[in-house]
């Protein structure tokens, strides 16, 4: 719950808006929390002086600058930045929400996109949603009370109780990772039906006929494997099997994976994973069976991780750009955030296909 600031009818006590000061409490606050007139009175200085040392240093000599600094280190004062914010319309802090921390695809992302939105005196605020996105709702209501300057979503699937809420919430909207004719406000993304078509295209290019699927249970995987399976069968190819595991996935998913497709009788000469990490698994299952790869059986990952290109065999996959998704997102933050127009509402980044040793 945010707290309005309380003000003194005194002038002596007024304050600069970017450091204010809550109701002072006397030296035995229950709470324990240091305030800024706290740090006054040890420093033996007024509020505002404190104020103008964490706003406006150059308006206080180097000696009081010195002393009011050692004291917030000695005290560990903390401004109350969200108060100011709100004082400003301003907080300075931007949240995401992306589904887990435990899934390299999103860091990689998530990286360029603190880094671009750092350099311009931005905050990014993380929250994790889970798979399925069942707490997104919950989560938005949390962030949103904290007043961010932006949001960034992962994904385009919202509940109609959290668009409303967005759109009431009047600040810029970045979804990620997917592509939709509707989004809420900004896009950076590219169409998940499209990797699972070009994914089918490529493997019956090669000759592959005899499919299967290790598939994670979040929806843009789903929506993969659902495309995957309609090209195929606008192919000519009606029977193929599919694995479906939880997020979020391991080489140990993978490897069970397979165990599970060849003990159920399943022969297939090429499978689809829905992550590098799945493809992994694959890859070590098929070769602790004596199963040689590609010639045996064929593994197709997604996403490029970083360990892909130095699998044995090497590991081909879909490549996305996730660092330049994050920067193009940050970009476009900053920009509506500037009070400039942002031309390309929504971006598609696109993705290849890289072909290596294991197709």
């Not at 006397?26 to 240091?34: I, L, M, P, Q």
């Not at 300075?92 to 921390?101: H, N, R, S």
């Not at 199963?291 to 879909?318: E, H, N, Q, R």
Request: charged share 20%; net charge neutral.
């Amino acid at each position: 719950m945010v707290r309005s600031p309380s003000f003194s009818s005194d002038p002596k006590r007024s304050v600069d808006k970017g450091a204010l000061d809550e109701t002072p409490r006397a030296s035995g606050r229950s709470t324990g929390s240091v305030t800024l007139s706290d740090v006054a009175k040890r420093a033996g200085v007024s509020p505002i002086t404190v104020s103008r040392v964490l706003n406006r240093p150059e308006m206080v000599t180097a000696e009081t600058l010195e002393a009011v600094r050692r004291v917030i280190a000695e005290t560990g004062y903390v401004p109350n930045l969200l108060a100011g914010g709100l004082a400003s319309s301003r907080t300075k802090l931007v949240a995401a929400i992306i589904p887990t921390l435990g899934n390299a695809m999103f860091i990689d992302t998530i990286q360029p996109l603190n880094d671009c939105l750092t350099a311009a005196g931005y905050q990014l605020m993380l929250g994790l949603s889970g798979f399925p996105t069942t707490c997104e709702e919950d989560l938005l209501k949390a962030i949103l009370s904290r007043r961010p300057d932006a949001i960034v979503l992962t994904g385009v699937k919202h509940s109609e109780e959290s668009r409303q809420r967005l759109l009431a919430a009047k600040i810029p909207v970045m979804e990620m990772w997917d592509l939709t004719p509707t989004p809420i406000d900004m896009l950076v993304g590219f169409s998940h039906e499209h990797v699972g078509e070009e994914v089918a295209k490529y493997l019956h290019g090669k000759g592959y006929r005899r499919f299967a699927l290790v598939c994670a249970e979040d929806e843009r995987a789903q929506v993969r494997r659902h495309s995957f399976l309609t090209a195929l069968r606008d192919l000519g190819l009606e029977s193929l099997a599919t694995v479906h595991v939880p997020t979020p996935t391991t080489v140990r998913m993978g490897r069970e994976g397979l165990a599970s497709l060849l003990s159920d009788g399943h022969r297939p000469d090429a499978i689809f994973c829905s992550s590098d990490v799945l493809a992994h698994g694959v890859l070590a299952e098929a070769q602790s069976r004596g199963l040689k790869v590609p010639s045996d059986l064929a593994v197709m990952g997604f996403a490029d991780l970083d360990f892909a290109a130095y699998t044995f065999p090497s590991l081909s996959t879909v490549h996305v750009d996730r660092a330049a998704m994050g920067r193009r997102a940050g970009e476009a933050l900053l920009a509506r955030l500037s009070g400039h127009v942002v031309p390309d509402m929504m971006v598609d980044i696109g993705f290849s296909i890289v072909e290596r040793a294991s197709t």
